[in-house]
């Protein structure tokens, strides 16, 4: 079976600094990994994803991530943080890619930016 | 239509009352997933349908929930004896093909449920 964790519930920064948020799986194949948004009242949207290639993914709004199979990771990051990054930010994994065996999401962290 | 559509928005329930939750997916997604967003809990994954194959009901918490999919666009998630446990924000999604293809599920908005 495959899980997620991600570290803090919430995470602050100040507005320009580094945005660091960690996800961490568990799959017994390779998997596919997501990073999704969330903006107050509104669905998931999709920042960025692995599938196979490149370990550095690019995503929207100047996010990436990086998966690290030797560390079972895929941290988000994004060099200066703005204002309108504060949001809800899900980590998901699928180890099948098919829809029957979906998505298995994270608890999510709440990003804060402090002005 | 240009997004996932889900209504009502905002739903609040008497316990042991019946409620109804409706989701139209993007036209011609033919994969559609509903999932259930409780407060620091993430995502629950429901129940999953994919064009005319019976779908995957195995994420249902209990027999009081239940859904259908109509001429494989709109979909109906049925609480039945709601209780306040099912008070959450349920999500529907969808996908032009198999997962795999996309990698990207399109969600509605959501159906916020509060059950008194």
């Known amino acids: 079976a495959q899980s997620v964790t991600q570290l803090g519930s919430h995470v602050s920064v100040s507005e320009g600094a580094l945005v660091l948020l960690r996800c961490n799986y568990s799959?017994?194949?390779?998997?596919?990994l997501f990073w999704y948004v969330q903006y107050p009242n509104q669905g998931l949207q999709l920042l960025l994803k692995?599938?196979?290639?490149?370990?550095l993914v690019k995503g929207i709004n100047g996010f990436e991530a990086e998966f690290k199979k030797s560390e079972t990771s895929f941290h988000l990051t994004k060099p200066s943080a703005h204002m309108s990054d504060a949001a809800e930010y899900f980590c998901?994994?699928?180890?099948?890619?098919?829809?029957?065996?979906?998505?298995?999401f994270g608890k999510g962290t709440h990003l804060i930016i402090q002005p | 239509g240009a997004g996932v559509s889900q209504s009502p928005s905002n739903k609040v329930t008497e316990k042991g009352k019946d409620v109804e939750l409706r989701c139209d997916p993007i036209?011609?997604?033919?994969?559609l997933y509903w999932y259930r967003q409780s407060l620091g809990q993430g995502l629950e994954f429901l129940i999953y349908?994919?064009?005319?194959?019976?779908?995957?009901k195995s994420g249902l918490p209990s027999d009081r929930f239940s859904a259908e999919r109509t001429g494989g666009s709109v979909s109906t998630l049925t609480i039945q004896r709601t209780q306040q446990e099912d008070s959450a924000v349920y999500l529907c999604?969808?996908?032009?093909?198999?997962?795999?293809?996309?990698?990207?599920?399109?969600f509605g908005e959501g159906s916020r449920l509060t059950v008194l």
């Open positions: 998901a994994v699928s180890d099948t890619g098919r829809g029957a065996d979906g998505l298995t």
């Open positions: 799959s017994s194949v390779p998997p596919y």
């Open positions: 692995y599938t196979t290639g490149a370990t």
């Open positions: 036209s011609g997604h033919t994969a």
């Open positions: 349908f994919q064009g005319n194959s019976a779908p995957d």
């Open positions: 999604a969808s996908n032009l093909d198999t997962f795999a293809n996309t990698g990207e599920l399109f």
